[in-house]
């Protein structure tokens, strides 16, 4: 079982920035970020394997956000720069033990936060 606490959300104006933090119980094999507003399916925002550093981002966030980790605090942050308020949504760390091949997808993902809420303003 693995255990994911969110922090970092709020409120920005537009152009601003926020960061979010997502702390595991343990080493999973890779941890990434979702985005969902009501009505909409849950999207992929960016994902990391912390044993090889490999990161992946949606198209919409690339040169924005960053994603990264802190392996020895089992912690994956997310920074996200000149923020938009087509950015505004629940914000949900997800994480698994063996792979995250669906991401972009949400399906796969047995580990979720409880989300936190990051809200731009323009």
């Known amino acids: 079982q693995v255990q994911l606490v969110e922090s970092g959300g709020g409120s920005v104006q537009a152009g601003g920035s926020l960061r979010l933090s997502c702390a595991g119980s343990r080493y999973t094999v890779c941890m990434g970020w979702f985005r969902q507003v009501p009505g909409k399916e849950r999207e992929g925002v960016a994902l990391?394997?912390?044993?090889?550093?490999?990161?992946y981002y949606a198209d919409s966030v690339k040169g924005r956000f960053t994603i990264s980790q802190d392996n020895a605090k089992n912690t994956v942050y997310l920074q996200m720069n000149s923020l938009k308020p087509e950015d505004t949504a629940m914000y949900y760390c997800a994480a698994e033990v063996f792979g995250c091949s669906s991401w972009p997808t949400s399906r796969g993902f047995n580990y979720w936060g409880q989300g936190t809420q990051v809200t731009v303003s323009s």
């Open positions: 990391i394997y912390p044993a090889g550093g490999s990161r």
